[in-house]
């Protein structure tokens, strides 16, 4: 899974990339930075503890802060544009973070109006490009040569209904997921979390008390609240100091820990987990995903010779205290390919090579 950082210049994206990827994991890439999060985890941490493996691997999500979002000004008026370069490189994306930044002495930022700003850019860049392909499309027909097939088609037209209309083609999740639409990667399609980026004053400051303040969410969207600043500083202490800074500044929760979860969320994930004398481990996978396929993303072989999957629960498991007590209390159940697995599941692969 891939995030970006979007946000006008000096919202605060490098500062909350460091918030996010902690110190040392990070190296630039043309116009990106590249980093990677840990998914905080607590069933892995317990799990290590009780194996005491040779590895230990938490799920992974990859961030990136786009260095160049917007060329010209910081108020998205003229001259403020995407930069071309960078909507290419935004394709891949899953998902965007949108920093702005709401923490200006002077009372000068405008958190509300800088969100809705971008979003219209991301808007017009999503309706220019499917502008381009309907006229394209136009011209073809004149001209008797392939044109657009109809279900394509149909599902440009609804794109293009929304965004003309006012609304992000996420706001329709049942065009937003079509799969004529892959290949376009339409920015509005993707789930777009906003974090606001405040002032070291308030790094404690309920969050809601921070959103009625700055008159936020903008068009519904998933919002948070952070001091980037002290974030970054936070994920930059050692392990065993961060609990103290945290309580001092009256932080409950580190910011990386309730983004990540945000995101999962947005993006209908969930973990699984591995265990072992080798390695503990938490994978990533999409709900409603089938045992095979999560199998799959462990190793292809596993995925191809799957016989079954043995599960328990991991609340089961802890509650239990170890596999053998889980199996003895008939808390371990088989499962085959049509089984969904469920976050939290602890699984065996039983599989042939
Ligand atoms: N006071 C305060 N300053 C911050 C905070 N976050 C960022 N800054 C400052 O704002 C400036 C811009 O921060 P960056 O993180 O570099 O912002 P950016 O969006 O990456 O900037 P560009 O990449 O140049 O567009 C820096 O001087 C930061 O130190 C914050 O939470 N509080
Ligand atoms: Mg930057």
């Known amino acids: 899974m891939k995030v970006a950082l979007i946000g006008l210049p000096q919202s605060g994206k490098t500062t909350m990339f460091r918030a996010l990827v902690g110190p040392g994991v990070s190296k630039e890439k043309g116009l990106l930075n590249l980093g990677i999060v840990k998914v905080p985890d607590k069933r892995v941490e317990k799990l290590a503890q009780i194996y005491n493996p040779k590895r230990t691997v938490y799920a992974q999500i990859e961030v990136v802060e786009a260095t160049a979002v917007h060329k010209g000004d910081k108020k998205g008026g003229q001259g403020s544009t995407l930069d071309p370069a960078l909507l290419n490189l935004l394709k891949p994306m899953d998902a965007f973070l949108l920093v702005t930044r709401a923490f200006d002495e002077e009372g000068l930022c405008e958190p509300r109006a800088d969100v809705e700003a971008i979003i219209e850019e991301m808007m017009l860049s999503d309706l220019m490009v499917l502008e381009a392909r309907l006229e394209r499309d136009e011209l073809d027909r004149k001209k008797g040569k392939s044109v657009i097939p109809a279900e394509e088609l149909d599902a440009l037209t609804k794109c293009r209904e929304l965004l003309e209309s006012g609304r992000l083609i996420a706001e329709a999740p049942d065009v937003a997921n079509l799969a004529e639409l892959r290949t376009y990667a339409f920015l509005t399609a993707r789930p777009i979390l906003v974090i606001a980026n405040v002032a070291e004053a308030d790094a404690g400051t ?148």
């Open 206 to 353: 309920p969050i809601e008390e921070l959103l009625k303040r700055y008159d936020l969410p903008v068009r519904g969207l998933q919002t948070f609240a952070c001091c980037a600043q002290i974030e970054a500083e936070l994920q930059e202490l050692p392990d065993d100091e961060r609990p103290d800074f945290m309580e001092a500044l009256g932080i409950t929760e580190p910011a990386v820990n309730i983004v990540i979860e945000q995101v999962y969320k947005a993006l209908g994930l969930i973990s699984f987990l591995t265990t072992g004398e080798d390695e503990c481990r938490a994978w990533t996978i999409r709900k409603g995903t089938l045992a095979p396929k999560a199998a799959g993303v462990v190793h292809s072989d596993i995925e191809k010779g799957f016989i079954r999957a043995e599960v328990i629960a991991y609340d089961e498991f802890e509650a239990l205290g170890s596999e053998q007590a889980a199996k003895k209390a008939g808390k371990y159940r088989l499962e085959g390919r049509e089984y969904a697995v469920q976050d939290g599941d602890i699984i065996h692969f039983r599989f042939n090579v």
